[in-house]
């Protein structure tokens, strides 16, 4: 074997494994652009799965299973697992294990709540907690980092919770 | 006196039906009313409506913090731990407690989580802190718990639980700490503050986190579609994993959390996608 064709195959890994894979909840038009008077590239289907490339603003840009390409609005994605309803499970637990690599060997482990337990069960550490405060920022120190990082502040009105009637018109479930 | 607190009695009765149901006992069948047991009433009624001060707070986030941080300590890496305070501050800064003595951590634990305590205590593990991309992500995550904190959702939670002992509790740990020189608590956990984190908060509590968290972000130059993101992320973990089972067991599903949003934002939003998504310093100290 090519050691330059290994090589190659080895980049196209590496760029796959940035690639998060996804899911759209509603039928969306993939855009060929992130703005919403872009052309149209083609019509995807809810629950459609896309691989996410890269995300800008409200925007990301996903790849479709026959290789096309295009923007959607992050909010219309949802994770692999996602909309395509829990009969895919399966299918996407092996995904997920393919995906995860050698740590895959801890996911069917049943070691459940570990978490849960060692909380219930710690001893007190007050020291680690003067330890924390010792790290604070300061309000004046915030805004120096935020000048220097050209973080600046928006006013942007407070945002309720719509009730949970309105959200459960997703297609497939 | 007495006048004024039967007053006091029967007005907390009109505003709690719970408590309703107790007058309703109290003056039941007897010929008067047993001032005693009116008096007792009230002091209850008024454990669960009065709200917890600034002080109480701290004494309960002080002492759930000593036992999370039991569980895990802080990853060894104080750069890192002074850069999450600074950004954690900075969003802090734009909530409605920027005053509060706000204070950031990273876990050294796998688990993928993040917790937050009354008074302005925030942890993340480094199991979440890892599998994020962007400093507009870390932001929109200590946002999410910034908003549990000034909302006084674990509060609630704790009052929910501990029904009439919540005093009972601030004041044990209290006591646990007097006459002893450095705060050495009990050696076993909190259990009235610890049980939230096992148990998890009411899950509208979860969304309004979720959708204040990007209202936060985006007040503080974020690109708000960052918590989204750290969604999907974790959507994308098999819900199996070890790594992501207490979260998903004391919390909606992401999927859900994202519906949520979905409907609660939708455009609103938009307009504030144009901040910023990442820093030099992010990149440099994310391994």
């Known amino acids: 074997m090519m050691p330059k064709s290994l090589l190659i195959i080895l980049l196209c890994a590496s760029s796959l494994a940035l690639a998060d894979p996804g899911s759209v909840t509603r039928a969306t038009d993939l855009k060929d652009k992130p703005f919403l008077d872009a052309p149209t590239v083609t019509r995807l289907a809810a629950g459609s799965r896309v691989e996410v490339q890269t995300r800008k603003g409200a925007w990301a840009q996903v790849s479709t299973r026959d290789g096309k390409s295009g923007w959607l609005k992050i909010l219309n994605l949802r994770s692999a697992t996602g909309s395509s309803g829990s009969g895919l499970g399966g299918v996407n637990q092996l995904l997920s294990v393919a995906k995860t690599g050698s740590s895959g060997n801890t996911v069917t482990t049943g070691v459940k709540g570990l978490s849960a337990e060692q909380i219930k069960n710690a001893r007190p550490n007050p020291q680690e907690v003067q330890r924390m405060k010792s790290y604070s920022a300061s309000s004046e120190e915030a805004q120096r980092f935020a000048r220097s990082n050209r973080l600046e502040t928006r006013s942007v009105k407070d945002i309720g919770l719509a009730s949970t009637e309105s959200q459960s018109n997703r297609g497939s479930d | 006196m007495k006048k004024s607190l039967v007053t006091l009695a029967l007005a907390a009765g009109l505003a709690t039906p719970v408590f309703a149901i107790d007058l309703g006992k109290i003056l039941d069948g007897s010929s008067g009313i047993d001032l005693n047991k009116v008096v007792k009433a009230v002091e209850s009624a008024a454990t669960s409506l009065q ?173 708000p579609f960052a918590l989204p993101s750290v969604l999907t992320t974790i959507g994308n973990i098999n819900p199996k994993d070890n790594a992501v089972s207490l979260m998903f067991s004391t919390h909606p599903s992401p999927q859900d959390r994202l519906d949520r949003i979905e409907a609660s934002v939708g455009d609103k939003l938009d307009r504030y996608a144009n901040g910023i998504d990442n820093t030099a310093t992010f990149a440099r100290l994310h391994k």
């Open chain 2, 51 to 223: 709200s917890t001060s600034p002080e109480q707070e701290e004494i309960i986030g002080k002492r759930v913090m000593a036992d999370l941080l039991g569980a895990a300590p802080l990853v060894k890496n104080p750069e890192l731990q002074r850069y999450v305070n600074q950004v954690g501050r900075w969003v802090a800064l734009q909530s409605e407690k920027p005053n509060l003595p706000w204070r950031f951590g990273v876990t050294d634990d796998a688990h993928v989580n993040s917790f937050a305590a009354p008074g302005g205590y925030i942890l993340i593990t480094r199991g979440l802190y890892d599998r994020l991309k962007s400093e507009a992500e870390l932001a929109a995550v200590l946002g999410h718990e910034i908003t549990h904190v000034v909302r006084g959702h674990h509060i609630r939670a704790m009052k929910a639980s501990a029904r009439g002992d919540f005093l009972a509790n601030v004041a044990q740990i209290a006591a646990e700490k007097r006459g002893r020189e450095e705060a050495q608590y009990a050696a076993n956990a909190f259990s009235g503050g610890t049980e939230i984190f096992v148990r998890g908060l009411d899950k509208d509590d979860e969304y309004e986190a979720d959708v204040h968290g990007m209202v936060l972000a985006a007040r503080a130059g974020y690109n």
